[in-house]
Structure formats: structure tokens, C-alpha cells
């Protein structure tokens, strides 16, 4: 687009104001020390732009390729080509980069849109401007009102609201005016009236939260009010498509159509969905589990409830004593350990009881009952060092057979991989 009107010269104005020189169209960019000014010089030397500049800035349309140069003379901004004449003289405190052939300009103050032919699209006469989103539209402010102006330099809206966010793909922007927001279409008119006291972003569902007075709701972006507004919290929608509401104290859930799955009823949080697609909730300070259809798999009843583990197992907590549950709120262990158990490669766990370790596996049947002092963790051939309460070391296996009694100081390394090897 006029590329042989501009200057195809590529001079980053940072490197420029460092001195730095670059060779284009057999010309290089000079500062001359006599004049205290850039210009430009042939292979011999000779200025054939001459040195006339406060600064040089290149700019570059980084959608059609098309490069040039930015001067300054007199504190002005303007544009010359590869003849030294201006396509746009220096009149313009500042003019931006180009992009899609169009930049900003500033004057006075007051900003407008220029081509890259040099050719004034919109005076300056804005307060603020955008930038021009991919529906080739831009925000514009003049005298504290919002509209919007095409890249014809035309105005489609008239500067009129107080915010005005850019249009989403069903041609809807959110809109302020007379301090409530709506929904206007492309012409400017209200589709969905100035009614709330705020909408927030359009999030990946293509909604948004509403709020009217104190209560929150959702609006689509085609302008449909999903939800009215009626929650005293609405929270985003998780990557399951639940959001947790708000309403008389009271917490529950409902996905992205619209629909309550769980009635306001929890006076505690709602913890998120996990992998076996139940989440913990809150009651009174006792917690329970729920799934997804808002089905109650777990009343809450628990003082705690861990995260469910690769085995579908979950400890629980009731009254300092722990337990397990598995996902379908079974209980497969009654609270009555003193900390929580952690299942090893063998499928087995240690467990504490007053004071002393046992081991348990995931049915929830005892393979030792307690009655050691200690015992350590289990190595890969399933052998484990127990201490009795007169702190003699034996050796137990994953089955809790007795293989060395505890009755030692110490256990041999060479009787320790005899017993090993008869594991493999």
C-alpha cells in the first residue's frame, strides 16, 4: 500500500537515539555535530536529506509490511519519503505506529487517526482512543462520553455513555449510562436497558455476572438474562461449569444454563469438584461430600475430610480420632485412629491407636493390630523394621508375619538381605 512513497528504512528509535547507524537504499542515517541534527547520507558521504531533525523513528504496519520513518523537527512529528519531501509535514506532537494502515495522532492535546498515505482520517478531536479492535471499530472519548469510530474515520456511535467496553461476537457491548449499565447493539440502541448497577466481563461461557442493588445474576451475550438477579454472591463458573450462589447466608450451586443443583443450604463453603467428581461441603463446621447431580453422598457430620487419593480413599476426622470413607460414602474405616492414613505401593498403611502403630490395608481390615512401639516404612521387597515398647528392632513383612522377633538391638545387614531375597 504506497510502499514506494514511504521510505523502506527499518531504524528502531531507540537504537537511533544511541547513534547507532544503519545502511538503507544506500543511504545512511547521520547526525551531524555542526548542526546538532540527523539526516541522511549517500555512499560518498553527502547528505541527500539533510540534516534537519531532532530524532528519527521508524515505524512499521505490522499487519501489511509496510515500513518508514517518523521525524521530528521543531518538536513536531511528521513523515518524509525516500526524496526527503513530507507526506505528512511536522505539525503533530506525536504519531503512533501503524497498524492495519492506520495510526494515531496527537495535537493540542486532542487525538485523531491517520492513514498511512499521509491523509487526515479523523481530525484530532478525542480525548481518548482505543486502538482498532479486529471488528474494525474502535472506542473514542470526547468531553467524557464513549462512542465508537470506524477505520473510515467515521463516528457509528456518537461519543454518549460513560464506559463502553468492545463488542462481543453477538454484536453487543456492554454500555454505561446515567450511572447504570446495558447492552447496546451496533447502531447504538439499548437492547438490554440501562438497568444494573454493573455487569462484569463476559467470561468463556459467553456470560456475564449482573448486579442490581446488592444481588447478583447472570446475562448471556446474545442479552438473555440467565439468572435474575437475586444472589448475594455469585462465584465464576469452574472448569465443570458450576458456580457457587449466595443466598441467605446460605451456599449452593448452579451450572451454565441456569439451573440450581443444589439449593442454597450449606452455611460453610463449597469446596471444588475433584476427579472423582465430588466436592466437599460445609455445615454447621461439619463437613460432607456431594456430587455433581447435587446429590448428598456424605451428610456432613465430619470435623475434616481429606482429598480422596488414588485409591478412592478419603480420611476422615470425628472428634481427634481418623477414619476412612471411599467415593461412594462408604465407610470403610470407623474414626478411631490417631492420625491419618497414607496407603504405600503394597496397599497397605501404618495406623497409630494410644499410642501404638498397626498397619491396615484398603478393605479396612487390621493385618497387624497395634502393638508396636514403631514401625518404619515398608522397602520394595515389603520388609519393614518394627520397635517394641523395650525398644527391640524385628522385622515384619506386608502379610505382618513375624519374621525377625523384636527382641535385637540391631539387625545384621547381611541377615537383612538374606530376608530380602527369599521376599523376591
Known amino acids: 500500500m504506497q510502499k514506494n512513497i514511504l521510505i523502506t528504512l527499518i531504524i528502531a528509535g531507540l537504537l537511533v537515539a544511541c547513534g547507532e547507524e544503519y545502511t538503507v537504499k544506500n543511504t545512511v542515517q547521520k547526525y551531524d555535530d555542526k548542526t546538532g541534527k540527523y539526516g541522511f547520507v549517500n555512499k560518498e558521504g553527502e547528505f541527500v536529506i539533510d540534516p534537519e531533525f531532532d530524532e528519527i523513528y521508524s515505524y512499521v504496519d505490522e499487519y501489511n509490511g509496510v515500513e518508514g520513518v517518523r521525524v521530528v523537527k521543531d ?139 446488592d444481588k447478583y445474576g447472570f446475562i448471556t451475550s446474545k442479552g438473555k438474562i440467565l439468572i435474575e438477579p437475586q444472589f448475594d454472591y455469585i462465584s465464576d463458573f469452574d472448569k465443570y461449569n458450576f458456580a457457587i450462589v449466595k443466598k441467605n447466608s446460605l451456599y449452593g450451586l448452579i451450572n451454565t444454563k441456569g439451573e440450581t443443583i443444589v439449593e442454597p443450604q450449606f452455611n460453610g463453603w463449597i469446596r471444588d469438584f475433584d476427579e472423582y467428581s465430588l466436592a466437599r461441603v460445609e455445615h454447621n463446621n461439619k463437613y460432607g461430600i456431594i456430587n455433581m447431580k447435587g446429590e448428598t453422598i456424605v451428610e456432613p457430620q465430619f470435623d475434616d475430610i481429606g482429598y480422596f487419593d488414588k485409591n478412592s480413599l478419603a480420611n476422615i476426622k470425628k472428634n481427634g480420632q481418623y477414619g476412612l470413607i471411599d467415593t461412594k460414602g462408604k465407610m470403610i474405616v470407623s474414626p478411631q485412629f490417631d492420625h491419618d492414613m497414607h496407603f504405600n505401593q503394597h496397599g497397605i498403611a501404618r495406623v497409630r491407636k494410644d499410642g501404638l502403630y498397626g498397619i491396615i490395608n484398603m478393605r479396612g481390615e487390621m493385618i497387624v493390630e497395634p502393638q508396636y512401639y514403631y514401625i518404619g516404612g515398608f522397602d520394595k521387597y515389603g520388609l519393614a523394621v518394627v520397635k517394641n515398647h523395650s525398644y527391640k528392632l524385628g522385622l515384619i513383612n506386608t502379610k505382618g508375619e513375624i519374621l525377625i522377633e523384636p527382641k535385637r538391638s540391631y539387625i545384621d545387614d547381611d541377615e537383612y538381605k538374606r530376608i530380602q531375597n527369599q521376599q523376591k
Request: hydrophobic content about 40%; overall charge negative; proline content about 2%.
Open 75 to 213: 518538536g513536531k512529528y511528521g513523515i518524509i519519503d525516500i526524496e526527503g519531501d513530507f507526506v505528512v509535514k511536522p505539525q503533530f506532537d506525536w504519531i503512533d505506529r501503524f497498524y492495519n494502515g492506520l495510526a494515531s495522532i496527537r495535537k493540542d492535546n486532542k487525538i485523531g487517526i491517520l492513514n498511512i498515505k499521509g491523509e487526515i482520517i479523523a481530525e484530532p478531536q478525542f480525548d481518548h482512543f482505543s486502538g482498532f479492535h479486529t471488528d474494525g471499530l474502535a472506542q473514542i472519548q470526547k468531553n467524557n462520553k464513549y462512542g465508537f469510530i470506524n477505520t473510515k474515520g467515521e463516528i457509528i456511535i456518537e461519543p454518549q455513555f460513560d464506559a463502553l467496553d468492545i463488542f462481543n461476537a453477538n454484536g453487543l457491548a456492554m454500555a454505561k449510562k446515567n450511572n447504570k449499565y446495558g447492552l447496546i447493539n451496533t447502531n447504538g440502541d439499548a437492547v438490554v436497558e440501562f438497568q444494573f448497577d454493573e455487569i462484569i466481563e463476559w467470561d468463556e461461557h459467553n456470560l456475564a455476572k449482573i448486579k442490581k442493588g
